[in-house]
């Protein structure tokens, strides 16, 4: 049965983001739809012997996607298939980061990154760095977890064109978790920017070593999330007028900065700094920095989507639209 608590999903006949319930069913109920292998892989995530499942393949003239056999999400387009020669079906990018989620798996004495269903939670496989251009990803996936959707070449629509902001403001913890809120946000990421440090940890960036911000990289789709607003929810969620610390977190890692990616970004991010101190918003002034992008290093897994690991809800309020 599907819940009330929703996701974003890349859905490839509209080509649009879409918002849907996510899927919790019991092992009873997922028994009664999924045969006896796949409820092993897929709901006890075991592995299925190299070489015995196949994928279809599209008919002549046809093209498809590969959907979640649980759940019916669209997870990987046929052209994105490739022979790995390692006896599962591999893939080099899935239509969007939304529908498949990524979380570590340090199981049997390794360390993987575990390939899930974003909607039901369905185990598929794991990935790993050794694929093709241009991702140089593999998604090495159980062919019992997958069925074919026939398309007509025409029907496939691109994704999105997906832009880059990045900010800081604070601790990135409760940042992601307001911009993740945002309606047209794809993906977000905690990380460190803006510092001299070849990939800091947290506790480097901490100790005020590096020089880093604690940051939070966001892809947007410009069609649903104008940059004007991010910038909004941006002067919303923290205090611009302190100097290196947010509240009772005190050093550079908390200052306040909008990093740009583009020309455009940066007159717009100057405009609203400006337009902010002409208003005499806030009784301080402001000592935001505007500056370049810089090469962003993501944090440590457990810093990523924290607050909804621990199941706390934001406490941010987002701007009006």
């Known amino acids: 049965m599907a819940t009330q608590d929703k996701i974003k999903i890349f859905d490839v006949r509209s080509g649009k983001i879409v918002e849907v319930n996510k899927v919790v069913k019991s092992d009873r109920e997922w028994q009664k739809v999924l045969t006896p292998e796949q409820f092993r892989v897929m709901r006890q995530k075991g592995t299925e012997e190299p070489f015995k499942g196949s994928c279809p393949v599209p008919s002549k003239g046809k093209s498809g996607v590969y959907q979640c056999a649980g759940c019916g999400t669209d997870l990987f387009v046929y052209n994105a298939k490739f022979d790995s020669g390692t006896g599962w079906p591999s893939f080099w990018e899935p239509v969007s980061e939304l529908n498949v989620r990524l979380i570590e798996d340090n199981s049997l004495g390794m360390q993987r990154s575990e390939a899930l269903c974003a909607r039901c939670d369905a185990h598929l496989g794991h990935v790993f760095d050794d694929g093709p251009p241009p991702t ?41 978790a307001a911009f993740r809120q945002v309606k047209g946000v794809v993906s977000t990421a905690a990380g460190y920017m803006g510092g001299k440090t070849k990939d800091p940890t947290y506790e480097e960036v901490c100790g005020d070593e590096t020089g880093h911000a604690e940051t939070v990289l966001i892809e947007y789709d410009p069609d ?98």
């Not at 977890?145 to 403001?169: D, H, M």
């Not at 929810?233 to 610390?245: A, M, Y």
């Open 136 to 176: 140089g990803k593999r998604y090495c996936i159980n062919a019992v977890a997958l069925k074919l959707a026939e398309l007509s070449v025409l029907s496939l629509k691109a994704k999105p064109a997906l832009e880059k902001a990045a900010f800081a403001a604070g601790c990135f913890w409760g940042v992601e």
């Open 224 to 321: 649903l999330a104008k940059y004007d607003y991010l910038l909004d929810v941006f002067w919303s969620i923290h205090d611009p007028t302190t100097l290196d610390r947010q509240g009772p977190d005190v050093g550079s890692q908390y200052r306040s900065i909008i990093f740009y990616y583009t020309p455009q970004q940066e007159q717009a991010a100057l405009a609203s700094r400006k337009k902010l101190e002409a208003a005499k918003k806030f009784k301080k002034p402001i000592v935001t920095q505007v500056v370049p992008a810089q090469e962003f290093y993501k944090a440590e897994e457990y810093h990523q989507k924290y607050f909804e690991k621990q199941g706390i809800k934001p406490a941010c309020h987002l701007p009006a639209r």
